[in-house]
């Protein structure tokens, strides 16, 4: 009986702890609506989303959570993918040892934000793929970029042979790592002499950071960098300045002759990875061309000179052409790589190709411009851009020959991003209502991008974050709010509609009482994270601020209750907008619209 009791008790025990062990973890992505994250749903990484739940069950676990944030157009999170989370053994290393989370950063900007602004505390240096390690009580703990698949199996060893020794110590030193608690709100009065200080801090930061004999910022790769451009072209607007006039003029060159801009089919790629402006990153993202759109029309206003507005308008027929989904509204992305996983290959041609499709005058036009007698400098063959100069008699060949490779590729399939984001689609609608402005031909479509906007994203209680394979997505986040709510007012105000801006309002006012409140601004409503605060003003991005596109956005609409609290927040002290205007552009042309009074 005795012994019967022992083997019993010793079956309970068996089975109590069998029972005790959590689920095994499955990839819960196949067939979600965001492109991006669909691409890994068939990865033997058992891959989460980013939820409240996720992160419960890392606390139940006391696992690291392993957060990779990328999106669909970016190439190196592809060849992440393919290295690495498609490699069985990396995969069972994550699925035993930490809580894998897959992100789309299109969809979780607010978390993106803060990991991005993590990475470059820790490494000087952020981008995607961002994987970070964050502690289950929600401390980022260590973060890496793309490394190669040996490399990265080393550091999930070493990070859970560490965690595994010492858990406690690497949840204090992650505490400790994060930023201070939030201080109590200073505020300064809105004044000349605070506004004529940061100007003047923003302008030499800009010719500390500027490439004077290339044009952009930086001496490795070359973004846009929509927003400080913007500011910079106001600043010339209020008081010219020669160099500044120059430097500008060299920019806006640089990035329309060379190869940002696809000279085939129009629109701007993502970035550069030299500082000539010479070789693209090939991924074509909708906020990219939106504000460079805006951007280019308002330089030719400030600088007078026509060609940028054409160059604008090309920005805004490619959304057109290659983003509008047929049932409304504009994609997010197209991707970098074809259909067979080849870089750049829908952008690049072969000499035989170019005999092909063009005449004899066309490619001799060609053949001197594009520099076809030099060694073709991709794998796949030449990019169109003007590597020289073009005579005036080649002009209308190359024009010519364009149209002609456009029409070439037009059947050939390039993969696309085909969520349609709320505050990317509200970036674009400010874009139609410039371009509407400039030429009479876009009012359709930027009253359709209107009627998208408010049948579709716009929700009882506001917005929703993004539409994908028929599907609406909560989450909305104060960019969403934030340039929707511009998009509406550009909106209202180039096409006379009333209704547009009642939107607008409606939206702006949900927005203050959602994302800011005594403490400062959030960019989400309720933030996972432990590590993020509130903040007196949020920088620019690749995208403008969104705080401060709410705040300009807010002073426009008419209402003296809001304004009233729009110039309140600018009140707000920011010690990093102090140290570093160069980083909130925006922020400096909101305050100069509320000391101004300029709309």
Known sequence: MAKQLVVWGLLL?????????????????????????????SDPVAWQEWNADTVARAKRENKLLFVSAGYYACHWCHVMQRESYKNREIAELLNRSFIPVKVDREL?????????????????????PLNAF?????????????????????????????????????????????????????????????????????LQQLHAEMDDLRGGFGEVSKFPMAPQLTLALELQAAGPDTKLEAFLRLTLDQMAARGLMDHVNGGFFRYTTDPGWETPHFEKMLYDNAQLALLYLRAAQVLKEPRYRTVALRAVDFMLDALAAPE???????????????????????????KRHLNDAEYAAVRRVWKLDAAAPFELGYL??????????????????????????????????????????????????????????YRQAAASAYRFIRGQMMSPDGLYKSMAKGKKLPGAELEDYAFVARGLLDYAEAADVEDARKDALRLAQTAWRQ???????????????ATVRPEPALADGPVASPSAVLIQTT????????AARAREALQWYSPAMGRDPFSYPTQVLAYRQAVSGER
């Open 13 to 41: 025990l068996f089975f109590g702890a069998a029972q005790a062990e959590p689920p095994r973890l499955k990839n819960r992505l196949a067939g979600h609506p965001s492109p991006y994250l669909a691409l890994h749903g």
């Open 108 to 128: 979780n900007t607010g978390l993106d934000d803060a990991l991005q602004e993590f990475s470059a505390r820790l490494q000087k240096i952020s981008g995607w």
């Open 134 to 202: 964050v502690t289950p009580e929600g401390y980022p703990a260590f973060v890496l970029l793309y490394a190669p698949p040996d490399d990265f199996r080393k550091v999930l060893t070493r990070l859970d042979e560490r965690w595994k020794a010492d858990s406690a110590g690497v949840k204090k030193l992650a505490q400790e790592a994060a930023p201070a608690e939030t201080q109590a709100l200073q505020r300064q009065t809105l004044n000349a002499a605070q506004l004529a200080r940061w100007e003047s801090g923003f």
């Open 328 to 354: 409304g509204g504009l994609y997010a992305s197209t991707s970098a790589v074809d259909e067979a996983g080849r870089e750049g290959a829908y952008y690049l041609w072969s000499r035989d190709e170019l």
């Open 384 to 441: 169109p851009g003007e590597w020289a100069v073009p005579a005036r008699a080649e002009q209308p060949l190359l024009r010519s020959a364009a149209a002609k490779l456009k029409q070439a590729r037009k059947n050939e399939p390039l993969p696309k991003d085909d969520k349609r984001n709320a505050g990317l689609n509200g970036l674009a609608l400010s874009a139609l209502a410039a371009a509407m402005r400039a030429e009479p031909r």
């Open 515 to 529: 994302f800011s409140d005594t403490q400062g601004w959030r960019r989400e409503r309720q933030a996972l994270l």
């Open 555 to 562: 002073m426009g609409l008419g209402d003296a209750g809001l």
